[in-house]
C-alpha cells in the first residue's frame, strides 16, 4: 500500500513566523512530489513542486526533499494570517500523474 | 486564457440516482484526471483520461464511469449513488499524462440524500 503521511495539525503559528510543514512516504520508487494549499471548501492550488534532493525556493515559500529518508517538507517565511489553510503533500509514484495523497495539515496563522 | 472550470458547483442527489459531472481543461492541456475527496481527507484519484481513453484507473467500482471528448473535456458519471458518494468531486487538468503539474477545477459538490 502506497501512503503519503501528514501531520493533521492544527499547526498555529504566530504571524511574522516560520511555519514548517512536514510530508513522508512510503514508495521509495517516488519521483515527483507537490504541495497544495486548500482553503476550505476551495479546490487544492499547487504551490510547490519539486523533484530533486534538496531545497527549492519560491518567494516565501521553499519546499525540502531528502529521498534517503523519503521525507518531503515546506517551510513558509514570514506567515501570513492569508496562509491560513490546509496544506496537502501529494507523490507522483508511477510517474503517470497517479497522485498519492496525504490527508493535509492544517495551519493557523495567529495575527 | 480559463483554467480549468467545473459544472455544476453543487449537485443533490437522491440514494440510487446517477449522476453526470463535467470538465473542460485548461487551454493547451491534454489530459484530465478526476479525484473524490471526502470532507477531512485528501483527493483519492479515480481514474485519468487520455486521448479518449481510460488510461488509469483507482480503486473505485465500475459505478463510477467516465468519458473524454475529441475537445478534451471530460465527463464523469456516477450510479447507483450510495449515501457514501457524497463528497467534493475534482477535476485536474495537465499537459500530458506524466511528469507535469496538475491543475484543478474549483469542484463540484455532490450531496446524496
Known amino acids: 500500500q502506497k501512503e503519503v503521511e501528514q501531520n493533521s495539525g492544527p499547526l498555529s503559528v504566530p504571524e511574522g513566523a516560520i511555519a514548517s510543514l512536514n510530508c513522508t512516504y512510503s514508495?521509495?520508487?517516488?519521483?515527483?512530489f507537490f504541495w497544495y494549499r486548500q482553503y476550505s471548501g476551495k479546490s487544492p492550488e499547487l504551490i510547490m513542486s519539486?523533484?530533486s534532493n534538496g531545497d527549492k525556493e519560491d518567494g516565501r515559500f521553499t519546499a525540502q526533499l531528502n529521498k534517503a529518508s523519503q521525507y518531503v517538507s515546506l517551510l513558509i517565511r514570514d506567515s501570513q494570517p492569508s496562509d491560513s489553510a490546509t496544506y496537502l503533500c501529494?507523490?507522483?509514484?508511477?510517474?503517470?500523474?497517479?497522485?498519492?495523497w496525504g490527508a493535509g495539515t492544517k495551519l493557523i496563522i495567529k495575527p | 486564457d480559463a483554467g480549468v472550470t467545473q459544472s455544476p458547483t453543487h449537485l443533490i442527489k437522491t440514494r440510487g440516482q446517477q449522476v453526470t459531472l463535467r470538465c473542460s481543461p485548461k487551454?493547451?492541456?491534454?489530459?484530465v484526471s478526476w479525484y473524490q475527496q471526502a470532507l477531512g481527507q485528501g483527493p483519492q484519484f479515480i481514474f485519468q483520461?487520455?486521448?479518449?481513453?481510460?488510461?488509469q484507473r483507482g480503486n473505485f467500482p465500475d459505478r463510477f464511469s467516465g468519458h473524454q471528448f475529441p475537445n478534451y473535456s471530460s465527463e464523469l458519471n456516477v450510479n447507483a449513488l450510495l449515501l457514501g458518494d457524497s463528497a467534493l468531486y475534482l477535476c485536474?487538468?495537465?499537459?500530458?499524462?506524466?511528469?507535469?503539474?496538475?491543475?484543478f477545477g474549483q469542484g463540484t459538490r455532490l450531496t446524496v440524500v
Open positions: 485536474a487538468s495537465s499537459l500530458s499524462p506524466g511528469g507535469t503539474e496538475a491543475f
Open positions: 487551454s493547451g492541456h491534454d489530459t
Open positions: 483520461y487520455y486521448e479518449e481513453e481510460e488510461r
Open positions: 514508495d521509495r520508487g517516488s519521483q515527483s
Open positions: 519539486i523533484y
Open positions: 501529494a507523490v507522483d509514484v508511477d510517474s503517470n500523474y497517479q497522485l498519492i
